[in-house]
């Protein structure tokens, strides 16, 4: 059964930092890996989609990276802003006609002005 | 334009009651999903629909009725309500089934039962 772990579950940085939020996965046989934002009120946004067979993708100031072998991933977020405070999810998906979305609980991101 | 809209976005209702949560896609996508929330912060699918045909259907109590009219519209109709379904649900959709097609959710509807 796929697990997906993310931690901490909250994360504080004072604006202008580099961050990395990490995230985790038992199975490695997926086939793509999603970050989403989770903002109050206004659902899931899709940040970044990763194939298994991508090591890499990049959006403006975020770059996420998927070592598929040993079950990780980063989402990197440069130059942080306000604007940036939101719960950012994992997710995983296998192949397979019925597979599923599996999310990890999210890390809470809060940019200090 | 909202690309996935729920109704209501809020909900608090006693035990007991029966209820619906209405979504709609304006994507001309295939597949819609209903996804639950709970308070520990987990989001897990409940139900899958493909042209307007059910594909998953997890392991959810059978008060929790999803209907799909077309395939624009996925509702979720929950009888007998219960204290643990506090919950946010949240609607999604995507072009079609499968792992290659990127999802995308709706606002969700916070839904507390007293």
């Known amino acids: 059964k796929q697990e997906v772990t993310q931690i901490p579950a909250a994360l504080s940085v004072p604006e202008g930092e580099n961050l990395v939020l990490n995230c985790s996965f038992t199975?490695?046989?997926?086939?793509?890996l999603q970050w989403f934002r989770q903002d109050p009120g206004k659902g899931l946004t899709s940040l970044l989609l990763?194939?298994?067979?991508?090591r890499e993708q990049t959006s403006g100031r975020l770059n996420a990276s998927l070592d598929k072998s040993s079950g990780r991933s980063t989402l990197y977020i440069a130059a942080s802003q306000p604007g940036d405070s939101a719960t950012y999810l994992c997710?995983?998906?296998?192949?397979?006609?019925?597979?599923?979305?599996?999310f990890g609980k999210g890390i809470t991101l809060s940019v200090r002005p | 334009d909202t690309a996935v809209s729920q109704t209501p976005k809020y909900l608090v209702t006693q035990m007991g009651n029966d209820k619906s949560i209405k979504c709609e896609q304006n994507l001309g996508h295939d597949t819609m999903y209903w996804y639950k929330q709970d308070s520990k912060k987990f989001l897990k699918i409940m139900f899958s629909y493909n042209n307007k045909e059910l594909i998953i259907n997890e392991t959810v109590p059978n008060r929790f009725s999803p209907k799909s009219p077309d395939k624009a519209h996925l509702n979720l109709h929950i009888n007998s309500l219960e204290l643990g379904d506090s919950a946010v649900y949240f609607c999604a959709s995507s072009q079609d089934w499968g792992p290659a097609y990127e999802q995308y959710f709706g606002p969700g509807t916070r839904l507390t039962v007293t």
């Open positions: 990763i194939q298994s067979s991508q």
């Open positions: 997710a995983v998906r296998r192949g397979g006609a019925n597979s599923k979305l599996t």
């Open positions: 199975d490695s046989a997926i086939y793509n």
